[in-house]
């Protein structure tokens, strides 16, 4: 059907900037913020729609190392681990056995192709890298090296830093780049996760001179990575296959409900009770404490074995995980949601009966996040409106929530999904309000980040700020997760028929 009219939308560009025009937007970047500080003023000016802007992702990072101080032309002091310690965190990071596969996916079909292999752990350390000796010595001048710490802090904007801090794949082309030395280059990156815990444990790049650049590498790059993920699953699977072999024979002996976990808490065998299919180990490990208080279970006697636990229920909960043992921990219950590590979300719970805590899904940490900062309570519908700005998405949320009930119980009620009012809830957040939750889309995440910035709302159990001056004695705080406040960054406000359908 042809279409008639004058067109009022400019069509989207649909091929990448080259690297001139990266350049440009680069140098351009820097000298208005550059003017914007030499005229003590902060706020943006009216945006030119003709202008390239940079991906939001990379201007984020700009803006981030601008008020850090990081020279563009100069970057920071280097930081290079030794030997000894590049072998221990090789080892710690458990990609030491993904490393075959990862030489035969990546250098083999990519050989005849000027590319580096590089793998880093979570912290941003280089443990590996692998590639033409030539290439190499030119990374080599710019300190992109086997130990060097490739942080956006030290170095700017790179993909290996923008991969670990979104824990999404990343390319960081040309001037993408934040230090200028860095502009002849491209690199691609993919986040690594532990499939037993969820944690992340590194992060798989590829760099090139950015006149060679593929466009292909970013998808070579996730693949590879998701190939690590599943070449580790298979040895935690190896490993839980020997511990259930062990497990059968002990829990034969075992008087009363018992079951094996291995160290990341997956259960091997179980006696007595539906058995979970993994227990909430707490983020720090379980201590020499005989009895520790496990989500789902509620008190229980814990045994170490040579490659896990044997754990044994004081009073083993009901069969929907709502029994006794939850209702006693809710009772006077503390939840603390911390969320000053961007790449490491972690949940905290101290009640009557003990307490526990253990790091968080990207998608649980937002749910959480909402559910502290809105504490009337949202139907399923709001919470998917506020996650993906589509309410209709109400089978996600839903699943989500029926996953966190398992661990939270009595602390976590519905219709409309809420903390119960005897939680005191606390959200510790990071110093800079654009680092929270900063893998986050979600559209009430991002206006809660805005929100902290212009200061205009605090987070749950945060400080009240101290006035700066007279003018600012009197004037009115923000407030923590109130209605007025949380109106304008989080699920709208429910209606009373509305209640009911969650």
């Known amino acids: 059907m042809r279409q008639t ?44 729609t003709g202008l390239l802007e940079p991906r939001p992702e990379i201007g984020d990072s700009w803006a981030r ?45 990519v050989d005849e192709a000027p590319l580096i292999l590089a793998i880093a752990d979570a912290d941003g350390h280089v443990l590996w890298q692998e590639g033409e000796r030539a290439l190499r010595r030119s990374a080599d001048r710019i300190g992109f090296l086997v130990g060097a ?63 060679s650049v593929r466009p292909y590498l970013l998808q070579l790059t996730t693949t590879a990575a998701r190939l690590a993920e599943t070449e580790l699953r298979a040895h935690r699977l190896e490993s839980l296959h020997q511990l259930r072999t062990l497990a059968a024979p002990l829990l034969a002996r075992v008087a009363g409900p018992a079951l094996v976990v291995d160290a990341a808490g997956w259960t091997a065998a179980a006696a007595g009770l539906p058995p979970p299919t993994r227990l909430r180990l707490p983020a720090e490990g379980w201590g020499g404490t005989a009895v520790q208080w496990v989500p789902g279970l509620g008190e229980c006697v814990l045994e170490p074995l040579a490659d896990g636990w044997l754990v044994r229920p004081v009073r083993p909960p009901d069969e929907d995980g709502s029994g006794a043992p939850a209702a006693e921990q809710a009772e006077g219950a503390r939840l603390r949601l911390d969320l000053r590590r961007p790449d490491r979300p972690e949940l905290s719970v101290q009640g009557a009966a003990g307490g526990w805590s253990h790091p968080l899904s990207p998608r649980h940490a937002e749910l959480l996040l909402l559910l502290a900062t809105g504490r009337d309570g949202s139907t399923a519908a709001q919470l998917a409106d506020a996650l993906f700005g589509d309410p209709a998405r109400t089978v996600t949320v839903r699943a989500e929530l029926s996953r966190l009930r398992r661990y939270l119980g009595g602390l976590l009620a519905h219709r409309p999904y809420r903390f119960t009012e005897s939680v005191l809830v606390t959200v510790l957040g990071p110093d800079d309000p654009y680092d929270l939750l900063p893998s986050s889309s979600a559209p009430a995440v991002r206006r809660l980040r805005a929100g902290l910035a212009a200061g205009t709302v605090r987070l749950p ?32 406000a429910r209606s009373a028929s509305s209640e009911t359908s969650a």
Not at 162 to 173: C, G, I, K, N, Y
Not at 468 to 484: E, K, L, N, V
Request: proline share 11%; aromatic share 2%.
């Open 5 to 48: 009219g004058r067109q009022t939308r400019r069509p989207e560009r649909r091929t990448p900037p080259t690297a001139a025009e990266l350049a440009k937007v680069h140098d351009r970047t820097l000298a208005e913020a550059a003017a914007r500080e030499l005229a003590r003023d902060g706020r943006p000016e009216p945006a030119d």
């Open 65 to 109: 190392l601008r008020r850090l101080g990081l020279d563009p032309d100069s970057g920071a002091a280097a930081v290079h681990l030794g030997p000894a310690e590049i072998e221990l965190r090789r080892r710690a990071s458990g990609l030491q056995a993904v490393m075959p596969v990862l030489r035969e996916t990546l250098v083999q079909p």
């Open 149 to 211: 710490r490739w942080a956006e802090e030290s170095v700017g904007t790179n993909g290996i830093a923008v991969a670990l801090r979104t824990q999404r794949p990343m390319q960081v082309h040309s001037a993408e780049h934040y230090l200028r030395s860095h502009h002849s280059w491209t690199c691609v990156a993919a986040p690594v996760h532990d499939p037993g815990t969820g944690r992340l444990i590194g992060a798989i790049n590829l760099s090139g001179p950015a006149h």
């Open 461 to 492: 159990g945060a400080p009240v700020p101290a006035p700066r001056g007279p003018a600012d004695a009197t004037a009115p705080q923000p407030p923590a997760s109130s209605a007025a406040s949380w109106a304008s960054v989080g699920p709208k």
